[in-house]
């Protein structure tokens, strides 16, 4: 079982940049890849960004070029650069860890709001 906690989002200007971070514990050897979906409202939930532990990163083509994904092993972390961020990019957004096993696991982050307004 892997437990995830997110933290960083909020209330930012158009153009603005926040960061999200995803700390895990638990069976972190259990993991094989992390990142974060989003939820808008009315809208159905969809991939942004995800690293596998091999490094592979993989990226929603409406956020290519303007968030970057990253992590620091030592710390069990995974952040989420946003950078010249969009009224459109306004959601809740949940960290994930995917498992090795077939069919994959999945662990969920509470989920954190992401407002982008003027």
């Known amino acids: 079982q892997v437990q995830l906690v997110e933290s960083g989002g909020g209330l930012v200007q158009p153009g603005g940049s926040l960061r999200l971070s995803c700390a895990a514990s638990?069976?972190?050897?259990?993991?094989?890849?992390m990142g974060w979906y989003r939820q808008a409202s009315r809208k159905q939930r969809e991939l942004v960004a995800l690293?596998?532990?091999?490094?592979?990163?993989n990226y929603a083509d409406s956020v290519q070029g303007r968030f970057t994904i990253s992590g620091d092993n030592a710390k069990n972390t995974v952040y989420l650069q946003m950078n010249s961020l969009k009224p459109e990019d306004t959601a809740v957004y949940y960290c994930?860890?995917?498992?090795?096993?077939?069919?994959?696991?999945?662990?969920w982050g509470q989920g954190t709001q992401v407002t982008v307004s003027s």
């Open positions: 994930f860890a995917r498992g090795h096993s077939d069919p994959p696991v999945f662990s």
């Open positions: 638990g069976n972190i050897r259990s993991i094989y890849a």
């Open positions: 690293s596998t532990i091999a490094g592979v990163t």
